[in-house]
């Protein structure tokens, strides 16, 4: 977490802000939806099972370990930190949060959720962004920057597209994830490049507050239909697309360009940062 915010030491944080989502090519798409995420330490999970908010069981707002990492219930933390260790990342030996969409009702689908693994002095070390489609598959990758240096906001975390997220690109290409944090707001930005430069942009961020049951309950009275939402909105944005005639590549495209060559390996031997594999199904 941000050393800026070492005095304020919840076990959760409340981010509330939008998502934006920019489609460069062949024609411009663009648009911006209200949000709202938890942030959870993944070593105190148990000190937030209170109230409106749940840890493994059913809440109005609820948080369920086996949506995410090995997707079994088994502790997360312990997860994450031989992904970690395998990986060669030992800097990060300090506190893990895990941010994402909670569930609302008992329902929840995450896009991306993100893992931020800190040193034991709150410096960012990686970065794992654990990514879902709409067919029922997910990728995780795990990011660092070169030497596994602390991840500021100029720190460019790279890697070579392995998932197929839409219907409406290849898999191909690579993204650039940055990190920004103050000590009241948070966002990551992520382009997307395919063989023919930029084509995506996406941001989402907002504002950070303590989880609490008061936080928690008026996130939940604004944004009721969260969960429903983000799927339902996934939908009408790919109806749009198709009004607009973007190619289409359907559910299982043929490789891309960039994926032919088998030394194309962004995120591998980049500079300004690594990614390393981690299992997807």
Not at 92 to 117: E, H, M, T
Not at 149 to 154: K, N
Not at 251 to 274: E, F, I, L, W
């Amino acid at each position: 977490m941000n050393a800026a915010r070492a005095n304020v030491d919840p076990a959760g944080w409340l981010l509330t802000g939008q998502v934006m989502h920019e489609r460069l090519r062949p024609k411009h798409h663009r648009f911006t939806y209200p949000v709202f995420y938890v942030r959870c330490d993944l070593d105190r999970l148990a000190s937030l099972d209170s109230g409106w908010f749940g840890i493994d069981r059913r809440r109005p707002l609820s948080f369920h370990q086996r949506d995410h990492g090995p997707r079994d219930g088994s502790d997360l933390a312990t997860w994450m930190r031989a992904q970690l260790s395998a990986a060669g990342i030992e800097e990060a030996d300090g506190k893990i949060w895990l941010q994402a969409f909670p569930r609302v009702f008992g329902y929840a689908f995450n896009p991306v959720s993100f893992w931020y693994c800190h040193d034991r002095d709150g410096h960012l070390r990686a970065l794992l962004a654990e990514v879902r489609n709409t067919f029922g598959n997910r990728h995780s990758y795990l990011l660092s920057a070169a030497g596994n240096a602390p991840i500021t906001a100029e720190t460019e975390l790279k890697c070579r597209k392995v998932l197929h997220v839409s219907p409406f690109c290849c898999v191909e290409g690579s993204y650039e994830f940055r990190v920004r944090e103050t000590p009241s707001h948070a966002s990551v930005s992520i382009d997307y490049q395919d063989a023919d430069g930029l084509l995506i942009r996406t941001a989402l961020g907002g504002r950070l507050k303590p989880l609490t049951r008061s936080t928690a309950l008026a996130a939940l009275v604004r944004q009721p239909l969260l969960s429903v939402g983000v799927v339902a909105r996934i939908h009408w944005q790919a109806l749009r697309l198709a009004i607009k005639k973007a190619p289409f590549y359907g559910k299982n495209p043929a490789p891309g360009r960039a994926a032919d060559s088998p030394t194309d390996h962004v995120a591998a031997g980049q500079p300004s940062a690594a990614a390393r594999p981690i299992s997807s199904d």
